[in-house]
């Protein structure tokens, strides 16, 4: 599992600007010149990425975001009770992007003890910044901590003294992971809570192939865009001088392994340079680079990932359907 961010609560914002760049240019640098090439789906994240994803959200195509939402819609009251279990809850989100679904349980958190502190979690500044807007606009009972970072630099300095502490690890970001790197980095999380701290993971489930496709292919380009934002991002950031639209964005279905795959696969044989690298990547026509895998889940599959990383199950919740699971587990 790669690191993202790390360190970046307390520096300031030109340092932090520079550590990103050095990160971005070390992730670059390893995914392409990786046999197959791949970039890890945090690149995503700048701000037209994250702008770009709210949309995504949004689709008639892409049922995950309203699908969870619905769930939390019908139970947040009962989930936070379930969490809190008599006691102040504090909340804390990994990947919290713009926090459009967290509203739901804050508000939820607020009405059962009167306030609640917020600490967001995201690699994207301009998305955090949102989220505390709209948060303190709408939620007058809810303080906004913000965090920039990857998911658990500086999880552990949240002491919430006299508070139990609910993780928040929603929209199956987990997803994104290989299974053993999942496992991997909810143990990281769980090494920076307390015994009776919780988590709320949310996971896709299985379902039929052309549903999945879809979500991840949309009628309106979105999804590509997204996809291919990633190149300009390098391309701004790097010096690179990708031709963007020499790379088609495709979904893949990965039968054997579960998972829906992202890819940006190369129209014409070309190469590309990356002066600030040192490198000149060369494509083969039809060549990809793997930008995003998104894996679905059963039960138990979600059950043996939070055992491994030290985590008992103690309710789940799932729309009328069946698409979509959310766990809360506890810090064993």
């Known amino acids: 599992m790669a690191s993202v961010e790390t360190s970046l609560f ?3 914002p030109a340092t932090q600007a520079t550590q990103r760049n050095t990160v971005l240019g070390s992730e670059v640098l390893a995914g392409l010149t990786h046999d197959p090439k791949t970039l890890s789906p945090w690149l995503f994240y700048d701000e037209r990425g994250s702008a770009l994803f709210e949309q995504i959200t949004d689709l008639p195509e892409y049922y995950v975001t309203r699908t969870e939402r619905s769930i939390f819609a019908q139970h947040a009251p009962e989930i936070v009770a379930r969490a809190a279990s008599g006691e102040r809850l504090a909340v804390i989100e ?20 009167g306030s609640v502190e917020y600490y967001p979690i995201d690699v994207s500044e301009s998305a955090l910044v949102e989220a505390k807007r709209h948060l303190e606009r709408t939620l007058a009972d809810v303080h906004v901590h913000t965090r920039v970072g990857d998911y658990t630099d500086g999880l552990g300095r949240i002491d919430a003294p006299g ?16 299974p053993a790197d999942a496992t991997t980095l909810l143990r990281a999380v769980r090494a920076e809570l307390s015994p009776g701290d919780q988590l709320l993971l949310g996971a896709d489930q299985h379902k039929a192939e052309p549903l999945l496709l879809a979500a991840y292919n949309d009628a309106q380009g979105i999804t590509a865009a997204f996809n291919s934002n990633v190149l300009h991002r390098i391309n701004r950031e790097l010096g690179a001088n990708f031709d963007v639209d020499a790379f088609r964005h495709e979904a893949r279905w990965n039968a054997p392994k579960s998972r829906i795959e992202m890819h940006l696969c190369s129209t014409r044989a070309q190469t590309v340079q990356i002066p600030s690298l040192g490198i000149s990547v060369h494509f083969a026509a039809g060549e990809t680079i793997h930008t995003e895998s998104s894996y679905k889940f059963t039960d138990q599959q979600v059950l043996s990932i939070l055992h491994e990383a030290g985590f008992a199950l103690r309710q789940e919740w799932k729309d009328a359907q069946g698409w979509f699971g959310v766990y809360l587990a506890e810090a064993i």
């Open 10 to 12: 307390d520096l300031s």
């Open 163 to 178: 508070m139990r502490r609910l993780v928040l690890y929603i929209g199956s970001s987990i997803g994104n992971f290989e």
């Open 94 to 113: 990994l990947g919290a992007g713009t926090a459009s679904k967290t509203g739901l349980l804050l508000s939820a958190t607020a009405a059962q003890q």
